[in-house]
């Protein structure tokens, strides 16, 4: 199986502060078809997961551009430009390019 | 507005059977695939599976540490896709979830499945 391995698991973080998280994979995860299927997700406190970034880069809807998702290969970055309140609780990076699809160990992000 | 919504989960003794739905709206459910997930009590998350669209085979893919315990199905009519756990064990407990896509664009909120004697 991918073993994905985030870095730091715990990370306190000022408001307005930069932040940046990183996720790196056992493998490539360049898939047959040329893309890189790379996820990131949020999770906050007693509620379920929200994506924020799939295929490495791009937001999803509603997502604020604060945050930004970069990598190749098997290193890849989640970085919030300026933390908020609401960006607090645990982020996961995910691959779906080789089976079993599998998650980092999350990164639990807390507001000093 | 996309939603989806889990349900069936319980207290279970350990051996035993239990299917979850995951019943959905807002969007065109047989153009997609839809997977679950879970996350044991304060732990991280763990695919389960997936179901492809029929127009795309209906293919069905699991984590192998399931062991073929664990089945996903999809009534696409209704919207509503289905996981049915047999064997259950007390390391199943935990919140199991669907999403929207292979790649899990959106969650649903989650059932709790306890397995205990």
């Known amino acids: 199986d991918v073993v994905l391995t985030q870095s730091p698991l715990s990370l306190p973080v000022a408001l307005g502060q930069p932040a940046t998280i990183s996720c790196r994979s056992s493998?490539?995860?360049?898939?047959?078809?040329?893309?890189?299927?790379l996820n990131w997700l949020h999770q906050r406190p007693g509620q379920s997961p929200r994506r924020l970034i799939y295929?490495?880069?791009n937001r999803d809807s509603g997502v604020p551009d604060r945050f930004s998702g970069s990598g190749s290969g098997t290193d890849f970055t989640l970085q919030i430009i300026s933390v908020e309140a609401e960006d607090a609780g645990v982020y996961y990076c995910m691959q779906g390019t080789h089976l079993p699809y599998t998650f980092g160990q999350g990164t639990r992000l807390e507001i000093k | 507005e996309v939603q989806l919504e889990e349900s069936g989960g319980d207290l279970v003794e350990p051996g035993r059977s239990l299917a979850l739905s995951c019943a959905t709206s807002?969007?065109?459910?047989?153009?997609?695939?839809m997977s679950w997930f879970r996350q044991a009590p304060g732990k991280g998350l763990e695919w389960l599976g997936f179901i492809k669209s029929r127009s795309r085979g209906g293919q069905r893919e699991y984590n192998a540490s399931l062991r073929g315990r664990f089945t996903i199905s999809r009534d696409d009519s209704a919207g509503i896709a289905y996981l049915h756990m047999n064997f259950l064990r007390a390391d199943d407990t935990g919140t199991y979830f669907c999403a929207l896509g292979g790649a899990a664009a959106l969650w649903g909120r989650g059932t709790l499945v306890f397995v205990s004697s």
């Open positions: 295929k490495v880069s």
């Open positions: 807002g969007f065109p459910f047989e153009n997609y695939a």
């Open positions: 493998q490539s995860l360049v898939f047959s078809d040329g893309n890189t299927y």
